[in-house]
């Protein structure tokens, strides 16, 4: 199993709504990402979890929160979001945290805010 | 935050052209990546050259490197309509990557 999986492929959320995105992989790789991607920008890094520890968060808002499980599955709690948080949220693995390797993406989740 | 530009950021080629991509970035990297976004869906690792590398080759793509001028290029020979794509690349010093701009890459038929 080379792939990363992201449920649900859509979302459309109330700003008074929680939902949880989900992401899975079965390559044992120890690092998962979570990225926000608005339109015609590159995504942007929001957080990375090294051993199912999180290891960076970059300055994401508190209505975003990551969770990490287990090694296989991340998710990704959101709460109270606002309009602007509307965008493709990606979800990447690779082998190691700290490595030389390429990063795995999921196909992401589709999010939009009311 | 963003680390690289890419230009141009929209190319559109006819099918059989070759295609050339820029990326220049600001720090130094241990590595620098590509990848290919097909539109609203999850990113495509292509290639990755490592700082001690000047050239890389994989089926249709040449990237190169020159880490003087803090510049690589991404070469696509003999183009298809299924290249059409958004084109990122993402250099990496520490733990994270970091994404350029991005090239809008249109394949004619």
Known sequence: DTE????PKHLVMGMTNKKSL??????????MYWYKQKAKKPPELMFVYSYEKLSINESVPSRFSPECPNSSLLNLHLHALQPEDSALYLCASSLL???????????????LVL | SQQGEEDPQALSIQEGENAT?????KTSINNLQWYRQNSGRGLVHLILIRSNEREKHSGRLRVTLDTSKKSSSLLIT???????ASYFCATR???????????????LP
């Open chain 2, 21 to 25: 991509m820029n990326c220049s970035y």
């Open chain 2, 93 to 107: 010093f520490t733990r994270q990557l970091t994404f350029g701009s991005g090239t809008q890459l249109t394949v």
């Open chain 1, 22 to 31: 989900k992401c899975e992989q079965h390559m044992g790789h120890r690092a």
């Open chain 2, 78 to 84: 003999a183009s298809r309509a299924a290249d059409t």
């Open chain 1, 4 to 7: 990363v999986t992201q449920t």
């Open chain 1, 97 to 111: 945290p700290a490595g030389q390797e390429t990063q795995y993406f999921g196909p992401g989740t589709r999010l």
